[in-house]
């Protein structure tokens, strides 16, 4: 061989493995940033708070050969904080990151190429971020630009305004309004009282501005210590939403139980007796959901705000890597969701109020 070649050889070896280095670079950063060596990717703003953990993955692990499930319905929280402070919540402001919006939208686009037909928006509190807008353009480019069948929203209601169903109620599938009681006093001890607004007062308010704005309309409800005895029949058949999701208290480690947690929810957590006696009591509600805590823990697809899919079956959230830096397909393998339990528990159903026969 050549000695000119010779010489070539070895820096062209170098150069592919430069360019191997070069593609890994954004995992790289992603994985050092608990670290604080304050490693900037592009077109990414940290609003405040600390630095992402570095993900363990779930014991569960899936195979690699096994092929990914399909993220049909998503729930993304794209911010942890929130104006309410209910005693049970499992999803708590540990930090005050919300991604760009374009970032955001970059990431919902990536969903709807791998199969996403459903988006829920939730929180924290969604319509804090820019007063609702951030939400909002959200919720219209997934429905106008990515044309999907379903675009949802969790919210406790409080900081909607009817201005917002002007502006966005058209590209607005199903709005979600958190409910745990009908008495004032209970939801103050629940942590959803507000001052001198009145929780219940509002919810019949947003419930009148669906139907104005053609928004189907739900309530989710979770059952706890201080709720379990109560008889909501009457008030949910007045309401009428087209689905009423009950759930059962749960306990997440480091988010309402545990060291790290900013909750302490054990004093609301009711048993399984306690729960399938509620729902007896409600079983004549024809719009009921129920959702135990055996078939919510690994039945959901969860994003939180760094699109990191998170694991619950083990008790905590143990964080994938961002769909933004290794693509969805890649992310979704560590998030332990149970295709066969989302189907089960019902969680494809009748969701684009295109379809729904509605008395708006």
Same mark, same amino acid.
């Given at each position: 061989?050549? +000695? ?5 050889? *070895? ?5 592919? @493995? ?8 954004? @995992? ?12 900037? +990717? ?9 630095? &992402? ?11 690699? $050969?096994?092929? *990914? ?19 049970? =919540? ?20 990536? +969903? ?9 928006? /939730? ?5 804090? !971020? ?7 353009? +959200?919720?219209?480019? =997934?429905? !106008? ?62 419930? !009148? ?31 009428? &939403? ?29 048993? $399984? ?20 805590? !055996?078939? %919510? ?21 143990? &964080?994938?890597? /961002? ?7 890649? @992310? ?5 969701? $149970?295709?066969? %339990? ?16 509605? $008395?708006?």
């Amino acid at each position: 061989m050549p +000695l000119g070649a010779l010489v070539r050889l *070895p820096l062209a070896l170098a150069r592919a @493995a430069l360019e191997a280095l070069r593609g890994r670079l954004g @995992a790289l950063c992603w994985s050092l940033a608990p670290l604080s060596l304050s490693l900037a +990717l592009p077109g990414w703003t940290r609003v405040s708070g600390p630095s &992402p953990a570095a993900p363990e993955r779930p014991r569960q692990e899936r195979e690699w $050969d096994e092929p *990914p499930p399909t993220p049909t319905s998503v729930n993304y929280h794209f911010t942890r904080q929130c104006n309410y402070k209910c005693g049970f =919540c499992f999803h708590t402001a540990k930090t005050s990151f919300v991604l760009p919006l374009e970032e955001a939208k970059r990431g919902l686009e990536m +969903l709807k190429e791998a199969g996403m037909e459903k988006i829920n928006f /939730s929180g924290g509190e969604p319509f804090l !971020q820019d007063r609702g807008e951030f939400v909002g353009q +959200l919720v219209r480019f =997934c429905k !106008q630009d990515l044309k999907l069948p379903s675009v949802s929203i969790v919210s406790n209601g409080s900081l909607i305004r009817e201005r917002w169903f002007k502006k966005y109620g058209e590209y607005l599938d199903i709005l979600a309004i958190s409910c745990d009681s009908f008495d004032e006093n209970v939801n103050v001890l629940i942590g959803r009282g507000q001052g001198k607004k009145n929780h219940v007062e509002n919810l019949h308010k947003l419930r !009148q501005w669906c139907r104005e704005y053609a928004v189907a309309f739900k309530i989710n409800s979770v059952i706890n210590r201080f709720n379990v005895e109560e008889d909501m029949n009457e008030q949910i058949k007045a309401l009428n &939403p087209v689905r009423w999701k009950v759930f059962q208290c749960l306990l997440i480690e480091g988010e309402n139980t545990g060291e790290e947690a900013l909750r302490e929810a054990e004093k609301f957590v009711i048993s $399984d007796e306690d729960f399938e006696q509620f729902l007896d009591r409600h079983k004549d509600v024809s719009c009921l959901v129920p959702e135990s805590n !055996q078939k %919510m823990r690994d039945s959901y697809l969860i994003l939180d705000e760094y699109m990191r899919f998170l694991n619950c079956r083990n008790g905590r959230k143990e &964080p994938s890597k /961002s769909i933004l830096d290794v693509g969805v397909e890649a @992310a979704i393998k560590f998030s332990g969701f $149970d295709e066969n %339990m989302f189907l089960k528990r019902g969680g494809k159903y009748v969701w684009s109020k295109a379809d729904m026969k509605l $008395d708006w």
